[in-house]
């Protein structure tokens, strides 16, 4: 029988190769997982700061809107109901009575928008006018925002044009001592969705547009009337 004794370096040289190959497994299978379970941890952790930061910036607005609204309740302050689709003829005749006290004015009305909002359909109007105060223009952006239809105020620009200070209008030219221009969105609650209305509701779409565009350009032959008189 043969035998064969290892010489003591081999001896040395095989427990070197020993600790290596222990240490190759622990890296990769302690180690490495170990590590990978951290990262995982850590990215959890960070998920979860984020959601809670949001969550909370979210209570904060309720708390405020809450406050808000008791604070309207308490002052007798009624809410303002939101009008069912389609409110564009009602809307078209409050906007014309608050732009009566305009020297001139343009309206030009937004596509509607039902993405933004899953509650409620938004009308996107632009008004320009012209004013022969300062204090008339201001009263036009207050009857907008004071109106019967609930609507947000998105920008207001009001140049005194006698000061020789630039308007920055987009839709149209109008006369007076001050030009004013205001971006308004107003709500409207969307039909229910039932098989029966899906086809209703393509065909008041359709009729909404040609509406608008058919009070726009009644509110435009109105405009240059005025602008003449």
């Given at each position: 029988?043969?035998?064969?004794?290892?010489?003591?370096?081999?001896?040395?040289?095989?427990l070197?190769?020993?600790?290596?190959?222990?240490?190759?497994a622990?890296?990769?299978?302690?180690?490495?997982?170990?590590?990978?379970?951290?990262?995982?941890?850590?990215?959890?952790?960070?998920?979860?700061?984020?959601?809670?930061?949001?969550a909370?910036?979210?209570?904060?607005?309720?708390?405020?809107?809450?406050?808000?609204?008791?604070?309207?309740?308490?002052?007798?302050?009624?809410?303002t109901?939101?009008p069912?689709?389609d409110?564009?003829?009602?809307?078209?005749?409050?906007?014309?009575?608050?732009?009566?006290?305009?020297?001139?004015?343009n309206?030009?009305?937004?596509?509607?928008?039902?993405?933004?909002?899953?509650?409620?359909?938004?009308?996107?109007?632009?008004?320009a006018?012209?004013?022969?105060?300062?204090?008339?223009?201001?009263?036009?952006?207050?009857?907008?925002a004071?109106?019967?239809?609930?609507?947000?105020?998105?920008?207001?620009?009001?140049?005194?044009?006698?000061?020789?200070?630039?308007?920055?209008?987009?839709?149209g030219?109008?006369?007076?001592?001050?030009?004013s221009s205001?971006?308004?969105?107003f709500?409207?609650?969307?039909?229910?969705?039932?098989?029966a209305?899906?086809?209703?509701?393509?065909?008041?779409?359709?009729?909404s547009?040609a509406?608008?565009?058919?009070?726009?350009?009644?509110?435009s032959?109105?405009s240059?009337?005025?602008a003449?008189?």
């Amino acid at each position: 029988m043969l035998t064969y004794t290892f010489s003591r370096r081999e001896k040395a040289l095989i427990l070197v190769l020993a600790i290596i190959l222990l240490f190759l497994a622990w890296f990769v299978f302690v180690f490495q997982r170990t590590t990978d379970e951290i990262n995982k941890i850590d990215s959890d952790i960070a998920v979860v700061d984020s959601q809670t930061t949001v969550a909370s910036a979210q209570v904060k607005r309720m708390y405020a809107m809450q406050e808000a609204i008791d604070k309207y309740k308490a002052a007798g302050v009624k809410p303002t109901p939101v009008p069912a689709f389609d409110n564009m003829t009602p809307l078209m005749t409050e906007l014309n009575g608050i732009m009566g006290m305009t020297s001139s004015y343009n309206l030009s009305f937004d596509d509607l928008d039902t993405t933004t909002s899953t509650d409620y359909i938004l009308r996107g109007v632009t008004a320009a006018y012209g004013s022969n105060t300062m204090a008339d223009a201001e009263n036009v952006v207050r009857a907008l925002a004071k109106g019967s239809y609930p609507c947000s105020i998105d920008s207001v620009t009001i140049a005194d044009t006698s000061a020789g200070l630039l308007s920055r209008l987009t839709n149209g030219s109008t006369s007076g001592a001050v030009n004013s221009s205001v971006h308004a969105t107003f709500f409207e609650k969307p039909p229910k969705k039932t098989a029966a209305s899906s086809s209703a509701s393509t065909t008041s779409s359709s009729a909404s547009s040609a509406s608008a565009s058919t009070n726009t350009t009644s509110a435009s032959t109105t405009s240059s009337s005025k602008a003449a008189a």
